[in-house]
RNA sequence: AGGCACGUAGCUCAGUGGGAGAGCACUACCUUGACACGGUAGGGGUCGUCAGUUCAAUCCUGACCGUGCCUACCA
């Protein structure tokens, strides 16, 4: 009837819904709450990818599970704000723009100077920063992209400075001279955190002598890095162990530099049984080592340049301001003993070039003395894998216990909760032993540290972009330039050089973006946010810390739930890597792509690429396959599944829009000429509407997928539109309206229940739908409310057994290889005269859906010889069928089904014999069983009687 | 080393102290006026192993095996 069905294809292409509506979206400004609504807020931060980045499997899980979130509540009428925006990323960024000018112009960014540099890196985020942004909109991510931010805004940057200035007049950040984990690659110290440990790497132990000073003889010590002996300035034995016990106090002669090294006894850094028992000592270049040498006031050597190459001569630190406090009499004395000569064989070497020179050397001396495997762990920096260097440098620190104390209360008292719960658990563990956090990186792509020198009083040393003061500076922190330096008066002010850690911009992420420190409406109206859903490899990155921050400034926790989800992996479990050769371009799967483009894992399976599945079935799947806790492995078997319920949906909208005899009418007004079957699919809905608010209430994703699934595939399409289909090919108006108007109304709400998860295909049908909406657009319909009216629980049993009766009949038909086509006769025999007279009510659709030119419905039955039987609970089915049957086959499901019942019933008959069970378990279960049991006596019993009656052959 | 998960159909995964589920794959039949990205029916699992608690265990407890992750350390 309706003009637009007879363009309606017969299979959906994602494409053009796909292409068509986010534009309309966005214009329309849908994405974007009204701040005068009364309603209630609901509000959702995107965790901020990489400006650098491109859309990967995780963005598009974690989009989509917030996309699901936000359409939803959106669609019940909530004040809705889903912030967009991306962080500055500054360790990648500048990477990436340092590679790129290079590659163009073979300069590095120190030809350029900071300032040029920084234009460049800006120009390049104007040219690219954007891509993640229009990805997300392939998605059909509803992000208010009127309010997209960015960690370098001015207005987030101001929100940074204020942060450091108060945290620094708290006593919370403080400069110091510290051993960090240095990246000899980026140049840059890097917080714990981004250093990770690769577990299972089998290095070597090597042993060799240091001989004693004195000549009596030598101590064997144990390293997996030789090079470092280079600054070795002790070492230890343990206190109790006999056979070290007369050398402690006396020296080893270094046999390469010459110089003398205190033997000392260190309970802690050694373990006797361990390797030889003694351990050299590097404290400047080991975290162990450094520790030892603040008990023992050692002298810190550092050997290493910024790229990790011996440096042209030893450099000595008294590590005062590090607490290690060398006397600087034992320190020059030292140094005064050092062989230059012999260290310019090593000046300039390269770590690992420096280890095997160190090492041939001392073989050649006759020092070594062992080498065996070792496995251990060694920490590379997060970016870019080069091993991380232990080094002595001066940077800036946050002291995190008292910012971790609110923010683990926040969670133990309940006022934010983390799911799943599992994650409870570690949180804690992690914030009960947090260590002070390295916020300072030698970048210049981030947020310069408000602190400033006088270059009068403080010594600096480098070039203007670079400067750089020791630990006995005493640098302004201020949220200006200072004119003057309170000090000696002068101007010569200068800026720290070093930039904050990104993370340090995004843990003030909630409330920095909705306009912190301003109190602007946003920050009133979405503080704190609904809830943080993220990744678990990112709550201590990230999570935690603006837990911290959040308690520290707004003076509550950002979010009152922390919604955790699982990583996604290949089909095989692997974690998607590009060295693997197993990563899934999410645009790919969306769009579909050419055979050259799919990673080599998939070649095999998908020769000619993938086809477009489209953005609803990939997001689909994601939010489908979100069961807590548990790792997403996704296959490209399952999204096609959900392409094909896409499918599905479009051609049960395809059918009601052909079938439409003219408007439809509020399913309210019908009451009266209501079909049973129409009464079953509302109660059916009601149910599901129950079912998918209650699992996205719990962030059930997984749960509230599939209830939708269900209901338009098994119960929508599968029954309610075969029941239907009479009705509308009938000739009674009113019968045929009210068939109409129910589809119409269910296929309506079926869709809103679909739309946050499938919001592309959704739109295209119910623009489509012929009822008058309130709404322009699905995305601001109201999401279904359950009908408690509606719920029929008797109705649904009663059309089971019709569902029943029917599967019963398609099977008989099946097992005796009638053609679908042909019309048969068949009784019925139901002895319960309540179900007697409800198959009799339904006989219709009994008739229809199981194409039978007759049945008739009886208490008791003939002998029914010659005939196919099927015994169901409460009814036996019997047609007949002389000539047609296999009564062999049919003899042996019979068997089948006997031996099958008669084991149940002994099972069960065994449990009602025991007497601690009749008298301990709950009476409605033995009553239950006992039914059971008594039921399953009559079905062997006509079973039987069946096989009996089978013709013999 | 410590901690946390996980092990259910061929595959990917739900689920529950009382009769084992879904999707895909598989088998047979069907191009029936929404849909072959489909329909109908069907086969397939001692719920990792072994103990324990319980009237009752796939579910709770413990041990073990296997897998993964996190944290810390590793001369």
Not at 75 to 86: D, E, H, I, R, S
Not at 119 to 129: L, M, P, S
Not at 206 to 231: N, Q
Not at 758 to 785: D, G, N, R, V, Y
């Amino acid at each position: 009837m309706t003009t637009s069905v007879e363009t309606l294809p017969p299979a959906y292409d994602p494409t053009h819904a796909e292409s068509t509506w986010y534009p309309v979206w966005e214009r329309a400004g849908y994405f974007a709450p009204n701040l005068d609504a009364a309603a209630a807020p609901y509000c959702i931060v995107i965790p901020p990818p990489n400006v650098t980045g491109s859309l990967h499997m995780g963005h598009a899980l974690t989009t989509t599970l917030e996309d699901v979130l936000t359409r939803w509540r959106r669609m019940q009428g909530k004040k809705t704000l889903w912030l967009p925006g991306t962080d500055h990323a500054g360790i990648a960024t500048q990477m990436v723009v340092e590679r790129e000018l290079a590659k163009t112009e073979k300069k590095s960014r120190h030809d350029l100077g900071r300032a040029q540099f920084l234009e460049r890196v800006w120009q390049w985020k104007a040219t690219y920063g954007d891509r993640i942004s229009r990805q997300l909109r392939v998605l059909g991510c509803s992000l208010d992209w009127s309010r997209e931010r960015f960690t370098m805004d001015a207005k987030l940057s101001a929100a940074v400075l204020e942060v450091f200035v108060r945290l620094h007049e708290d006593g919370l950040i403080y400069r110091a001279e510290r051993l960090v984990n240095w990246c000899p690659r980026c140049h840059t110290a890097l917080s714990d955190l981004e250093v990770d440990h690769q577990e299972g790497k089998t290095g070597e132990l090597w042993s060799f002598a240091y001989p004693l000073a004195d000549g009596s003889g030598e101590i064997v010590v144990a390293t997996t890095r030789p090079e470092t002996m280079l600054g070795d300035t002790a070492v230890a034995v343990h206190p109790d162990d006999p056979r070290y016990r007369a050398h402690v106090g006396k020296h080893v002669k270094h046999p390469l530099l010459g110089y003398r090294i205190p033997i000392i006894a260190d309970p802690v850094l050694v373990d006797p049984k361990f390797g030889t028992g003694a351990v050299k000592v590097t404290p400047a270049h080991d975290f162990n080592d450094f520790e030892t040498g603040k008990r023992h006031a050692l002298v810190l050597f550092n050997i290493f340049d910024v790229d990790a190459r011996i440096t042209p001569t030893p450099e000595l630190h008294l590590g005062v301001n590090a607490g290690v406090g060398a006397k600087a009499a034992t320190a020059e004395a030292m140094r005064a003993e050092i062989d230059l000569e012999a260290w310019r064989r090593f000046a300039g070497l390269d770590r690992m070039v420096a280890r095997k020179q160190v090492k041939e050397a001392l073989q050649g001396l006759g020092l070594e003395r062992k080498s065996e495997p070792h496995e251990m762990s060694i920490g590379g920096c997060q970016r870019c894998e080069t091993v991380v260097e232990p080094s002595l440098s001066v940077q800036w620190f946050v002291r995190t216990a008292p910012l971790a104390r609110p923010a683990l209360e926040a969670v133990k008292s309940g006022a934010t909760r983390i799911l799943p719960e599992t994650w409870t658990k570690t949180y804690y563990h992690w914030m009960e032993n947090i260590q002070d956090w390295c916020i300072s990186r030698q970048l210049w792509w981030g947020h310069r540290i408000p602190a400033y020198y006088c270059r009068d009083c403080d010594k600096g040393v480098g070039n203007e972009d670079n400067l750089r003061f020791d630990s006995g500076a005493k640098p302004l922190v201020a949220r200006h330039k200072p004119e003057r330096c309170p000090r000696c008066g002068g101007a010569n002010l200068v800026q720290d050089a070093d930039v904050l850690d990104t993370w340090f911009s995004s843990a003030l992420w909630p409330f920095s973006t909705l306009g912190w420190p301003e109190e602007t409406r946003e920050l009133q109206t979405f503080y704190p946010v609904s809830v943080m859903e993220t990744g678990f490899d990112i709550l201590f990155f990230w999570v935690a810390r603006m837990m911290m921050m959040g308690c520290k400034f707004m003076g509550r926790p950002p979010f009152p739930v922390i919604y955790l989800h699982a990583m996604v992996r290949d089909k095989f479990g692997d974690k998607m890597s590009k060295t693997r050769g197993n990563v899934i371009d999410p645009l790919h799967l969306i769009h579909g792509c050419n055979a050259a483009e799919v990673s080599p894992q998939f070649k095999d399976e998908y020769p000619d690429g993938f086809p477009a599945f489209g953005a609803d079935a990939l997001r689909f799947t994601l939010a489908a396959m979100s069961a807590s806790g548990r790792d997403i492995k996704l296959s490209v078997e399952r999204i096609a599944g959900y392409r094909a319920f896409a499918n599905k949906i479009w051609n049960a909208a395809r059918f009601v829009l052909m079938r439409l005899p003219g408007p439809p009418k509020p399913v309210a007004e019908l009451e009266s000429s209501l079909h049973p079957a129409d009464r079953f699919i509302l109660s059916r809905l009601h149910g599901t509407v129950t079912e998918v608010d209650a699992a996205l209430e719990a962030y059930r994703f997984s749960d509230a997928a599939t209830a939708v699934y269900a209901f338009i595939w098994n119960e929508l399409c599968d029954w309610y539109i075969e029941l239907v289909k009479p009705r509308l090919a009938g000739d009674d108006p009113t019968a045929k309206a009210a068939a109409a108007s129910v589809l119409v109304h269910t296929l309506d709400q079926a869709l809103r229940l679909l739309h946050p998860f499938m919001p592309f295909i959704t739109e295209e049908i119910w623009q489509k739908l012929p009822i008058p909406h309130a709404q322009a657009s699905i995305m601001i319909a109201l999401f279904p409310t359950a009908n408690p009216a509606h719920a029929d629980p008797a109705l649904e049993a009663e059309y089971r057994l019709v569902q029943d009766t029917i599967v019963g009949l398609r099977t008989i038909r099946a097992e005796s290889n009638v053609s679908p086509s042909k019309q048969i006769s068949a009784r019925l025999v139901v002895p319960d005269p309540e179900d007697q007279r409800r198959l009799t009510g339904h006989a219709g659709e009994i008739k229809s859906l199981a194409r039978l030119a007759d049945l008739t419905i009886a208490g008791t039955t003939d002998k029914a010889e010659g005939c196919a039987v099927k015994v169901l609970e409460r009814l036996q089915i019997v047609v007949p069928l002389l000539g047609l049957v296999d009564f062999q086959e049919e003899a042996a499901r019979l068997r089948k089904a006997i031996d099958k019942a008669t084991t149940e019933r002994e099972r069960l008959e065994k449990k009602l014999a025991n007497e601690s069970f009749v008298a301990r378990a709950p009476a409605d279960v033995v009553e239950k069983d006992r039914a059971r049991a008594a039921e399953l006596g009559v079905m062997i019993d006509k079973l039987q009687t069946s096989l009996r009656e089978l013709p013999q052959s």
